[in-house]
């Protein structure tokens, strides 16, 4: 399974960014899609994740301001980064496992800067 992420920059405090990560190879039984952030000097941690049936988790953090979504069809999933705070800046790292006990797989981090 491959994970490309995309979508990362450098935005104002209060702005907007999306990230996508498209999924390829062997990703039949992928149930769990997820974004992950970690910031200098912290752990990484669940940011958050969309089951195949839909089933949405977040962070309470960005609880009301981020949205995770996917598109089947493309084997994409999104993150929606709305009113972004400077502590939202971290590397982003999207995520998919078969079981959510697993690990699962990894794709490359994406930098979010968000300025103040």
């Known amino acids: 399974v491959q994970l490309q992420a995309s979508g990362g920059g450098l935005v104002q405090a209060g702005g907007s960014l999306r990230l996508s990560c498209a999924a390829s190879?062997?990703?039949?039984?992928?149930?769990?899609m997820g974004w992950y952030r970690q910031a200098p000097g912290k752990q990484r941690e669940l940011v958050a994740r969309?089951?195949?049936?839909?089933?949405?988790n977040y962070a309470d953090s960005v609880k009301g301001r981020f949205t995770i979504s996917r598109d089947k069809a493309k084997n994409t999933v999104y993150l929606q980064m709305d009113s972004l705070k400077p502590e939202d800046t971290a590397v982003y790292y999207c995520?998919?496992?078969?079981?959510?006990?697993?690990?699962?797989?990894w794709g490359q981090g994406t930098l979010v800067t968000v300025s103040s």
């Open positions: 190879g062997s990703i039949f039984g992928i149930n769990y």
């Open positions: 995520n998919g496992r078969r079981d959510i006990r697993t690990t699962g797989y």
């Open positions: 969309i089951s195949s049936g839909g089933t949405t």
